[in-house]
């Protein structure tokens, strides 16, 4: 027995005696190739769900048998099949009595059931690879190439079904179909689920869904679309549409859906300000531009908004998240420093590309270079590759760190080959001045095959060796080109959303294969005014703020009450945790005092995440501790709804005496003015007759106790989902 | 795998089931009155089986407290000796007196293994039942790829009246949410101490210049100024939908008589009260008592500094052993004497236990092959030992039991097919347990 081990071990085309007199099938065989288990047996294993990792492919295996995860690691997978276990998973002598044919069958006792038929096509293939003598690879046979499904799209209505075949072409240029060892997956299975044979079939929603077929490290994706039916809800052009509108309003027709009406002034106000400062307009703010009669008053709003420093302030909120501030892993002086690059550059309007070309190729003494902290935060060479991949590409490699990531093209060659770039950054103190320094030829070898890896951004060829100098600037070269595929797309994307409240792509640093744009032609368009804005983030925003899209009510009309991804409609957003809460201290005209800050700094413009406050904690600040968008929270919870209606700190700016209250009280125009003021400050708005009456009702009912009653208008205004949200 | 449109035992095709998991992320799916009348087809009445899960984050050295290897090398026994307890033939530390007094009201499983050393994974896998995947970060709070117990319980079982099924306490575990089961099974959190001198929960009551008649008249005008309210803004924005929830659910919290009495630990004898400890671990266990009485499905305490690394044989003695001594014991006695042992399920346990061999430091680090968790109540029989460690407790002997068995047996002393489905966000249905098996011979 110890004989036949070794020479399977090294002879990848050796066949046992024995087997080659059960070999070769009668009907024509002499054109078929031996099964071999790279091109027969692998797929099996994936399509039958042997290597997933609730079954043989998690770390330690299953009852003694461990397969590499989706097949990562064909050879150990081989290995672990003919090799181990005593030779009793495959005995070319007896295939039938294989454990590999008798337990996927479920003929002996198999914890996870039978997974194929005796006698079906999958047992066949197995069975004979088995009987031939479990061959690992035949070179001669061609390698896959790529994989298509057929159709490539579908526009479906209700409870329909859709069967789909997958088509794999392999390097002598031939096209097989593949379907039946393909696995599927539907990012939106209540809109369309598809079934192991690769059946789609639509529910009773609204959208579209990408349905995504997986053979062998190929991918393929198929668009389902299921418009709103019922007659065609056809509408003009209204006049004034923007470049972007008309994408829009393009996949509105073909998903049979009609946008909303445009938001009224106030609402627009309230929305932009929020979006581009953080903060509510001021009472002031609000009245003026409602009094205001020039029809071109939204774009000069925008114009001041724009120039106003508390841009500055939410960007550089937004950055400090996703390129993780964290005073935790950084230290005081250190995060403060690294925070101070993000709002300079930011405040400076610099170019977006410029932005992370600064960041990535950061380097010497980090007082001076504050950027370099970006790579003090993350640590290690892999966490900066998959930081910088995710932060600035939208695209996360983390899987690919340890094998090919399931539901896109990333390899483990490309996770590492990212690496490679970082692997000269190191730090070098001085005195008390740390500097960062890359340079050197450190190598990276693929951690399986152990083949040496050059440098070599995602989804391109790997060169013949390094770069020399500094590694980074490669890379930042190829991220920050105007025809990089993901970068100008991805800063775009996350700016719309940052809009609308949902990306094309959603979420906005998971972009993959399987989570195709919902407007793939508004994406390529956003990415254009950005790139040939030369990155200016500025000329963007005036672009989508511009647009009737952004500016659509919150109210549905018939066709798009149900409608969240296609932009028919504004969409409701909670206000970010610093967010609220300086609106909160407007409203009331009593700042927050956060402790160790001089008073007066508001939420938006704290650069640490840990600094104390039940508030922000408690409405999903994020703690910092990766670049994912993901962690800053907009859930809510009993203890939020508690906070909002008994809180101490609430009560106490709503009754302070130099706060907004007492002076809206003490306004010519009485009850009137208190009354409209309120409004105002919270909402941008005027009361409606009813809102109006209701108010002076109660304010009228409580003689003797005018500021108990004013602070309960004010309590009850605060309460609202018309406050608490941006919409 | 359940095929399609098979009704679940509670009468909800998959179909339907797969729209309220997903609702609160495509949003459109489920109106909130359907959502509602969701949890109240789940609200069950009256008793019922209620769930405490005492977790010991950080990893209890079980070797030094339910699995004492006194026969084993100096290098591996540590400093503590054995005493009898009141079943004859198991034997616990010398510092656990109390809990020695009363080990027939509870269990251990001296062969319980999962293999994962690492604190933030092991938490998950022992919260939820499941080992987190590679995506997993445990830095994020919540971290939950999966739904924790107590949101599987909150869930499945929904509220008893106007007190929130699942409680944590104090704070949440990062891997305590709800995950994919959303946000009617997200726990209440209790911040603050229960052993802090003024105690009570956070914003529970209106500021106290704001008596009882305010806070209605306040109320009454937020409902005719909240425009957004029952619209059909409010229709087609999930998100403020849920938020309506919560502020409804807060509201109920707040003028429930039930919640008003279970908080206020201040009513117990302070006899009592000192029974359990007058620490946060005690205060805690008592705290727990006092909201399942009240009709609470979940509480799970998660207390901390259990990482006895260094110096990990005098913390033990002097502060931790002895804190956990006095409240285990008295919430085991304390229940039973109340007559709601027989209706509540209690787990100890950490992620994992300690090293059997002792460190260079005085303590033990992370052993994730072999420890011991403590259960009882709720249909568990007391005084039984199931499994058997080996001669160092450094793996089972026999019958091997993890995280998922354990999740297996709490959902079906809860009453909860451990075999049924969730759907992750995804639309994948997941198995309430990952292959659980029922402890059966313990019941």
Same mark, same amino acid.
């Given at each position: 027995? =110890?004989?036949?081990?070794?020479?399977?071990?090294?002879?990848?085309?050796?066949?046992?005696?024995? @087997?080659?007199?059960?070999?070769?099938?009668?009907?024509?065989?002499?054109q078929?190739?031996?099964?071999?288990?790279?091109?027969?047996?692998?797929?099996?294993?994936?399509?039958?769900?042997?290597?997933?990792?609730?079954?043989?492919?998690?770390?330690?295996?299953?009852?003694?048998?461990?397969?590499?995860?989706?097949?990562?690691?064909?050879?150990?997978?081989?290995?672990?099949?003919?090799?181990?276990?005593?030779?009793?998973?495959?005995m070319?002598?007896?295939?039938?009595?294989?454990?590999?044919?008798?337990?996927? %069958?479920?003929?002996?006792?198999?914890?996870?059931?039978?997974?194929?038929?005796?006698?079906?096509?999958?047992?066949?293939?197995?069975?004979?690879?088995?009987?031939?003598?479990?061959?690992?690879e035949?070179?001669?046979?061609?390698?896959?190439?790529?994989?298509?499904?057929?159709?490539?799209?579908?526009?479906?209505?209700?409870?329909?079904?859709?069967?789909? =075949?997958?088509?794999?072409?392999?390097?002598?240029?031939?096209e097989?179909?593949?379907?039946?060892?393909?696995?599927?997956?539907?990012?939106?299975?209540?809109?369309?689920?598809?079934?192991?044979?690769?059946?789609?079939?639509?529910?009773?929603?609204?959208?579209?869904?990408?349905?995504?077929?997986?053979?062998?490290?190929?991918?393929?994706?198929?668009?389902?679309?299921?418009?709103?039916?019922?007659?065609?809800?056809?509408?003009?052009?209204?006049?004034?549409?923007?470049?972007?509108?008309?994408?829009v309003?393009?996949?509105?027709?073909?998903?049979?859906?009609?946008?909303?009406?445009?938001?009224?002034?106030?609402?627009?106000?309230?929305?932009? %300000?929020?979006?581009?400062?953080?903060?509510i307009?001021?009472?002031?703010e609000?009245?003026?531009?409602?009094?205001?009669?020039?029809?071109?008053?939204?774009?000069?709003?925008?114009?001041?908004?724009l120039?106003?420093?508390?841009?500055a302030?939410?960007?550089? *909120?937004?950055?400090?998240?996703?390129?993780?501030?964290?005073?935790?892993?950084?230290?005081?002086?250190?995060?403060?420093?690294?925070?101070?690059?993000?709002?300079?550059?930011?405040?400076?309007?610099?170019?977006?590309?410029?932005?992370?070309?600064?960041?990535?190729?950061?380097?010497?003494?980090?007082?001076?270079?504050?950027?370099?902290?970006?790579?003090?935060v993350?640590? =290690?060479?892999?966490?900066?590759?998959?930081?910088?991949?995710?932060?600035?590409?939208?695209?996360?490699?983390?899987?690919?760190?340890?094998?090919?990531?399931?539901?896109d093209?990333?390899?483990?060659?490309?996770?590492?080959?990212?690496?490679?770039?970082?692997?000269?950054?190191?730090?070098?103190?001085?005195?008390?001045?740390?500097?960062?320094? @890359?340079?050197?030829?450190?190598?990276?070898?693929?951690?399986?095959?152990?083949?040496?890896?050059?440098?070599?951004?995602?989804?391109?060829?790997?060169?013949?060796?390094?770069?020399?100098?500094?590694?980074?600037?490669? *890379?930042?070269?190829?991220?920050?080109?105007?025809?990089?595929?993901?970068?100008?797309?991805?800063?775009?994307?996350?700016?719309w959303?940052?809009?609308?409240?949902?990306?094309?792509?959603?979420?906005?640093?998971?972009?993959?294969?399987?989570?195709?744009?919902?407007?793939?032609?508004?994406?390529?368009?956003?990415?254009?005014?950005?790139?040939?804005?030369?990155?200016?983030? =500025?000329?963007?925003?005036?672009?989508?703020?511009?647009?009737?899209?952004?500016?659509?009510?919150?109210?549905?009309?018939?066709?798009?009450?149900?409608?969240?991804?296609?932009?028919?409609?504004?969409?409701?957003?909670?206000?970010?945790?610093?967010?609220?809460?300086?609106?909160?201290?407007?409203?009331?005209?009593?700042?927050?005092?956060?402790?160790?800050?001089?008073?007066?700094?508001?939420?938006?413009?704290?650069?640490?995440?840990?600094?104390?406050?039940?508030?922000?904690?408690?409405?999903?600040?994020?703690?910092?501790?990766?670049?994912?968008?993901?962690?800053?929270?907009?859930?809510?919870?009993?203890?939020?709804?508690?906070?909002?209606?008994?809180?101490n700190?609430?009560?106490?700016?709503? %009754?302070?005496?130099?706060?907004?209250?007492?002076?809206?009280?003490?306004?010519?125009?009485?009850?009137? @003015?208190?009354?409209?003021?309120?409004?105002?400050?919270?909402?941008?708005?005027?009361?409606?007759?009813?809102?109006?009456?209701?108010?002076?009702?109660?304010?009228?009912?409580?003689?003797?106790?005018?500021?108990?009653? %004013?602070?309960?208008?004010?309590?009850?205004?605060?309460?609202?989902?018309?406050?608490?949200?941006?919409? | 795998?359940?095929?399609?449109?098979?009704?679940?035992?509670?009468?909800?095709?998959?179909?339907?089931?797969?729209?309220?998991?997903?609702?609160?992320?495509?949003?459109?799916?489920?109106?909130?009155?359907?959502?509602?009348r969701?949890?109240?087809?789940?609200?069950?009445?009256?008793?019922?089986?209620?769930?405490?899960?005492?977790?010991?984050?950080?990893?209890?050295?079980?070797?030094?407290?339910?699995?004492?290897?006194?026969?084993?090398?100096?290098?591996?026994?540590?400093?503590?000796?054995?005493?009898?307890?009141?079943?004859?033939?198991?034997?616990?530390?010398?510092?656990?007196?109390?809990?020695?007094?009363?080990?027939?009201?509870?269990?251990?499983?001296?062969?319980?293994?999962?293999?994962?050393?690492?604190?933030?994974?092991?938490?998950?896998?022992?919260?939820?039942?499941?080992?987190?995947?590679?995506?997993?970060?445990?830095?994020?709070?919540?971290?939950?790829?999966?739904?924790?117990?107590?949101?599987?319980i909150?869930?499945?079982?929904?509220?008893?009246?106007?007190?929130?099924?699942?409680?944590?306490?104090?704070?949440?575990?990062?891997?305590?949410?709800?995950?994919?089961?959303?946000?009617?099974?997200?726990?209440f959190?209790?911040?603050?101490?229960?052993n802090?001198?003024?105690?009570?929960?956070?914003?529970?009551?209106?500021?106290?210049?704001?008596?009882?008649?305010?806070?209605?008249?306040?109320?009454?005008?937020?409902?005719?100024?909240?425009?957004?309210?029952?619209?059909?803004?409010?229709?087609?924005?999930?998100?403020?939908?849920?938020?309506?929830?919560?502020?409804?659910?807060?509201?109920?919290?707040?003028?429930?008589?039930?919640?008003?009495?279970a908080?206020?630990?201040?009513?117990?004898d302070?006899?009592?009260?000192?029974a359990?400890?007058?620490?946060?671990?005690?205060?805690?266990?008592?705290?727990?008592?006092?909201?399942?009485?009240?009709?609470?499905?979940?509480?799970?305490?998660?207390?901390?500094?259990?990482?006895?690394?260094?110096?990990?044989?005098?913390?033990?003695?002097?502060?931790?052993?002895?804190?956990?001594?006095?409240?285990?014991s008295?919430?085991?006695?304390?229940?039973?004497?109340?007559?709601?042992?027989?209706?509540?399920?209690?787990?100890?346990?950490?992620?994992?236990?300690?090293?059997?061999?002792?460190?260079?430091?005085?303590?033990?680090?992370?052993?994730?092959?072999?420890?011991?968790?403590?259960?009882?109540?709720?249909?568990?029989?007391?005084?039984?030992?199931?499994?058997?460690s080996?001669?160092?407790?450094?793996?089972?002997?026999?019958?091997?039991?993890?995280?998922e068995?354990?999740?297996?047996?709490?959902?079906?002393?809860?009453?909860?097919?451990?075999?049924?489905?969730?759907?992750?966000?995804?639309g994948?249905?997941?198995?309430?347990?990952?292959?659980?098996?029922?402890?059966?011979?313990?019941?």
């Amino acid at each position: 027995m =110890k004989t036949r081990f070794s020479t399977l071990k090294c002879g990848a085309g050796w066949l046992l005696a024995a @087997a080659c007199m059960l070999a070769v099938p009668a009907r024509g065989a002499a054109q078929q190739p031996q099964p071999d288990f790279i091109h027969d047996v692998a797929p099996i294993l994936s399509r039958f769900g042997c290597n997933g990792s609730a079954c043989h492919g998690k770390a330690e295996g299953q009852n003694g048998f461990k397969l590499s995860v989706f097949g990562n690691d064909p050879r150990s997978d081989f290995e672990a099949l003919v090799l181990q276990d005593r030779g009793r998973r495959v005995m070319p002598a007896s295939p039938e009595n294989s454990l590999l044919l008798t337990k996927s %069958a479920s003929l002996v006792p198999h914890a996870g059931g039978p997974r194929l038929r005796v006698g079906s096509r999958e047992y066949g293939i197995l069975r004979d690879w088995v009987a031939q003598g479990a061959l690992y690879e035949d070179k001669e046979r061609p390698v896959w190439t790529s994989l298509r499904m057929e159709p490539a799209g579908a526009v479906l209505g209700f409870a329909r079904r859709q069967p789909l =075949k997958v088509y794999a072409r392999s390097s002598d240029g031939r096209e097989q179909d593949v379907t039946w060892l393909a696995i599927f997956h539907s990012n939106n299975p209540a809109l369309a689920e598809v079934d192991e044979q690769g059946a789609v079939t639509t529910g009773s929603l609204v959208g579209q869904a990408a349905v995504m077929a997986r053979f062998e490290g190929q991918i393929a994706i198929h668009q389902v679309t299921v418009p709103r039916p019922g007659a065609p809800n056809a509408f003009e052009e209204p006049p004034g549409v923007t470049d972007i509108d008309l994408l829009v309003h393009k996949n509105l027709r073909r998903m049979n859906l009609r946008p909303s009406e445009q938001v009224d002034d106030a609402g627009f106000l309230r929305r932009v %300000a929020i979006d581009l400062i953080g903060r509510i307009p001021t009472l002031q703010e609000a009245r003026a531009f409602l009094e205001d009669t020039a029809p071109d008053k939204r774009a000069r709003a925008v114009d001041r908004l724009l120039a106003r420093p508390e841009y500055a302030d939410l960007w550089a *909120l937004k950055w400090s998240d996703v390129l993780r501030v964290d005073r935790r892993t950084l230290g005081h002086a250190n995060a403060f420093a690294y925070y101070q690059w993000i709002h300079q550059s930011v405040e400076a309007n610099t170019p977006l590309d410029v932005f992370a070309r600064d960041l990535l190729e950061a380097e010497g003494p980090l007082t001076q270079n504050s950027a370099g902290y970006f790579f003090k935060v993350t640590k =290690k060479p892999g966490e900066m590759a998959a930081t910088a991949s995710q932060a600035l590409l939208g695209i996360r490699i983390t899987c690919a760190e340890c094998h090919q990531h399931p539901y896109d093209r990333w390899t483990q060659s490309d996770y590492h080959g990212m690496r490679a770039f970082f692997e000269q950054v190191r730090f070098k103190k001085t005195g008390a001045e740390e500097a960062l320094i @890359a340079d050197g030829t450190p190598k990276v070898t693929h951690p399986r095959t152990k083949e040496v890896l050059y440098a070599h951004p995602l989804g391109t060829p790997m060169p013949e060796a390094d770069p020399s100098g500094d590694r980074r600037e490669a *890379l930042s070269h190829w991220l920050t080109s105007p025809d990089n595929p993901w970068f100008a797309r991805n800063m775009a994307n996350r700016i719309w959303s940052h809009f609308l409240g949902r990306g094309l792509v959603e979420p906005v640093d998971d972009v993959r294969a399987s989570n195709p744009p919902s407007n793939p032609e508004l994406l390529t368009l956003l990415a254009r005014i950005l790139t040939d804005a030369k990155f200016d983030q =500025k000329t963007l925003i005036r672009a989508i703020v511009a647009s009737q899209t952004y500016q659509r009510s919150a109210t549905p009309n018939p066709t798009n009450g149900e409608d969240e991804l296609n932009f028919s409609r504004a969409l409701f957003r909670r206000l970010p945790a610093e967010v609220l809460l300086d609106a909160i201290c407007d409203v009331t005209g009593v700042p927050e005092k956060f402790p160790g800050v001089p008073l007066g700094q508001r939420a938006v413009q704290l650069w640490d995440s840990e600094q104390q406050s039940y508030f922000l904690k408690l409405f999903g600040r994020p703690m910092r501790t990766t670049a994912c968008v993901c962690e800053r929270s907009a859930s809510a919870g009993i203890s939020q709804a508690l906070h909002f209606m008994n809180s101490n700190n609430l009560q106490a700016k709503l %009754a302070h005496a130099e706060g907004n209250l007492p002076r809206w009280q003490a306004l010519p125009g009485g009850s009137n @003015a208190l009354v409209e003021s309120a409004y105002l400050a919270c909402f941008s708005r005027l009361p409606s007759e009813q809102e109006r009456n209701a108010a002076l009702a109660y304010l009228a009912a409580r003689p003797g106790h005018a500021k108990e009653a %004013a602070e309960d208008l004010a309590w009850s205004l605060l309460n609202t989902l018309e406050f608490v949200f941006n919409h | 795998m359940t095929p399609p449109n098979t009704p679940f035992c509670d009468g909800l095709a998959r179909r339907d089931f797969l729209r309220i998991g997903t609702a609160g992320l495509l949003g459109m799916n489920l109106s909130m009155a359907q959502m509602l009348r969701q949890e109240a087809r789940g609200a069950g009445s009256g008793a019922g089986p209620s769930f405490i899960y005492l977790f010991l984050q950080g990893g209890l050295s079980t070797i030094d407290s339910f699995d004492m290897k006194p026969e084993s090398p100096s290098t591996i026994r540590g400093p503590f000796n054995p005493i009898r307890s009141k079943v004859p033939g198991i034997h616990v530390c010398e510092h656990l007196p109390e809990v020695a007094a009363v080990t027939d009201k509870f269990s251990l499983i001296r062969s319980f293994t999962h293999g994962d050393a690492g604190h933030g994974s092991a938490d998950h896998h022992m919260l939820t039942g499941y080992r987190p995947n590679a995506a997993f970060n445990a830095g994020l709070s919540p971290n939950n790829q999966h739904p924790s117990l107590g949101s599987v319980i909150a869930q499945r079982l929904g509220a008893r009246g106007s007190i929130p099924p699942y409680v944590c306490l104090p704070g949440m575990h990062a891997s305590g949410s709800s995950s994919y089961l959303g946000p009617s099974a997200v726990p209440f959190v209790i911040e603050t101490d229960p052993n802090s001198p003024g105690f009570e929960i956070p914003d529970l009551q209106p500021p106290l210049s704001i008596d009882a008649a305010r806070i209605a008249d306040r109320r009454g005008l937020l409902a005719q100024v909240d425009r957004f309210q029952r619209s059909v803004e409010q229709k087609a924005n999930a998100n403020a939908g849920e938020l309506s929830v919560f502020a409804e659910r807060a509201t109920a919290l707040m003028t429930s008589r039930e919640a008003k009495t279970a908080f206020d630990i201040q009513q117990e004898d302070p006899k009592l009260r000192d029974a359990y400890g007058r620490s946060t671990l005690g205060q805690s266990c008592l705290l727990a008592r006092r909201l399942v009485e009240s009709g609470v499905r979940c509480v799970t305490i998660n207390h901390q500094n259990w990482d006895t690394h260094s110096k990990g044989f005098v913390t033990l003695k002097d502060d931790l052993l002895p804190k956990l001594n006095l409240a285990m014991s008295a919430l085991f006695r304390d229940l039973d004497a109340r007559g709601l042992l027989q209706s509540t399920v209690v787990v100890v346990t950490g992620e994992f236990g300690r090293t059997p061999v002792i460190n260079k430091d005085a303590g033990r680090d992370h052993w994730s092959r072999c420890f011991t968790v403590a259960l009882g109540g709720g249909g568990i029989q007391g005084g039984r030992v199931l499994g058997r460690s080996d001669a160092q407790a450094s793996d089972p002997a026999e019958s091997p039991y993890g995280p998922e068995d354990l999740c297996a047996t709490v959902y079906h002393l809860m009453g909860i097919p451990p075999h049924e489905e969730m759907l992750t966000q995804e639309g994948r249905p997941v198995m309430l347990t990952n292959a659980g098996r029922i402890m059966r011979d313990l019941l």
